[in-house]
């Protein structure tokens, strides 16, 4: 339970290689991963976890081989979300940026298309606005996979 079988670097150099090929992933997959789940996402993201479960720590299955790993991703997100809140570029890259994707009543069926944003999942957030089709001004799908709804 206590015997580390692998070197306490290793662990901080598998979870940082793992925390960061998984983001790279999650990034190009794009904002509706990260978004609202659906029940398939959810899927992916549980398998995704197990998937690279062994990958961080090397088979070695020991209390504190698990806690390096723990803390290591720990100060990963810590590292990222200073960075991200410091530097706009940074955050532009890793987080992504707002994307416009209706404007003065007009849909852009080309970039909800690109996005993988249907356009019923459009029409549930000008509902959620309250808002018209023709009182809609912007539209835009936010980093975080959300659409927010701007009334004219």
């Excluded at 994307?99 to 970039?111: M, N, V």
């Excluded at 944003?117 to 009182?135: K, P, S, Y």
Aim: glycine share 10%; net charge negative.
């Amino acid at each position: 339970m206590f015997n580390v079988s692998v070197a306490w670097w290793e662990l901080v150099l598998r979870g940082t290689v793992v925390y960061l090929v998984l983001l790279a992933i999650i990034r190009l997959s794009g904002k509706r991963t990260v978004g609202q789940f659906t029940p398939f996402d959810l899927l992916v993201i549980m398998l995704l976890g197990e998937a690279v479960s062994d990958s961080l720590t090397g088979g070695d299955e020991s209390l504190p081989g698990g806690l390096v790993v723990a803390a290591t991703l720990l100060l990963l997100n810590m590292f990222f979300g200073y960075i991200t809140a410091r530097y706009r570029k940074a955050a532009d890259v890793i987080e992504g940026s707002a994307e416009l994707i209706g404007r003065d009543g007009e849909i852009f069926l080309k970039r909800l298309e690109k996005s993988r944003v249907g356009i019923a999942e459009f029409e549930q957030a000008l509902r959620a606005a309250d808002c018209a089709l023709e009182d809609m001004k912007y539209a835009f799908l936010e980093a975080d996979g959300s659409i927010s709804i701007m009334k004219k």
